[in-house]
T-cell receptor, first 114, second 116 residues
Framework: AQSVSQHNHHVILSEAASLELGCNYS??????LFWYVQYPGQHLQLLLK??????LVKGIKGFEAEFIKSKFSFNLRKPSVQWSDTAEYFC????????????FGTGTRLTIIP | DAGVIQSPRHEVTEMGQEVTLRCKPI?????LFWYRQTMMRGLELLIY????????DSGMPEDRFSAKMPNASFSTLKIQPSEPRDSAVYFC??????????????FGDGTRLSIL
């Protein structure tokens, strides 16, 4: 079974700082990778996804993520964060064939200080 | 387009009562997922359906939990009898597959359940 690790539990940054949230997964086969964001009191929303092709994926709100297959990683980045990026961020993985099941990481809480 | 619709948004009930959570997936989506989110355990997949058939219910915590999907546009998650440790936010999500690709799941607003 696949698993997802998000090592940063809580990250605090000032506005305009650069962001990188780590995500590592364990599964040897072909995977689909996702980052979801959950703003306080709201449901999960898709930030970006990787299926195949260019390993650098651009999502909404200026976020991007890079798939590094050799490192089993899919880190989320943003060059300059805003106060409105305060939220919880979840990395998720599913197998490309057969199984629709998403495995989520435990989430990283991001707090942006104005 | 309407997203995933869950009801009720909030539910407060006493221990021992039956609780029924409802979900309407996005039209055309043939996968439906039930998740539970708590501070302690994060986001847990409880069960998911494909074409109204339960595929994996290994995340259902106990026999007190049951889920049904009588048709493509409706699913319920029932807890009977409810216990205080069932207090959580329950999310429903839906998706579809395009060829061999699992499309992203779309989440509902969740039901915040409090068992007193």
């Amino acid at each position: 079974a696949q698993s997802v690790s998000q090592h940063n539990h809580h990250v605090i940054l000032s506005e305009a700082a650069s962001l990188e949230l780590g995500c590592n997964y364990s599964y040897g086969g072909t995977v689909n990778l996702f980052w979801y964001v959950q703003y306080p009191g709201q449901h999960l929303q898709l930030l970006l996804k990787y299926f195949s092709g260019d390993p650098l994926v651009k999502g909404i709100k200026g976020f991007e993520a890079e798939f590094i297959k050799s490192k089993f990683s899919f880190n989320l980045r943003k060059p300059s964060v805003q106060w409105s990026d305060t939220a919880e961020y979840f990395c998720a993985v599913s197998r490309n064939f057969g199984n629709e099941k998403l495995t989520f990481g435990t989430g990283t809480r991001l707090t942006i200080i104005p | 387009d309407a997203g995933v619709i869950q009801s009720p948004r909030h539910e407060v009930t006493e221990m021992g009562q039956e609780v029924t959570l409802r979900c309407k997936p996005i039209s055309g989506h043939d996968y439906l997922f039930w998740y539970r989110q708590t501070m302690m355990r994060g986001l847990e997949l409880l069960i998911y359906f494909n074409n109204n058939v339960p595929i994996d219910d290994s995340g259902m915590p106990e026999d007190r939990f049951s889920a049904k999907m009588p048709n493509a546009s409706f699913s319920t998650l029932k807890i009977q009898p409810s216990e205080p440790r069932d207090s959580a936010v329950y999310f429903c999500a839906s998706s579809y597959r395009m060829g061999a690709l699992n499309q992203p799941q779309h989440f509902g607003d969740g039901t915040r359940l409090s068992i007193l």
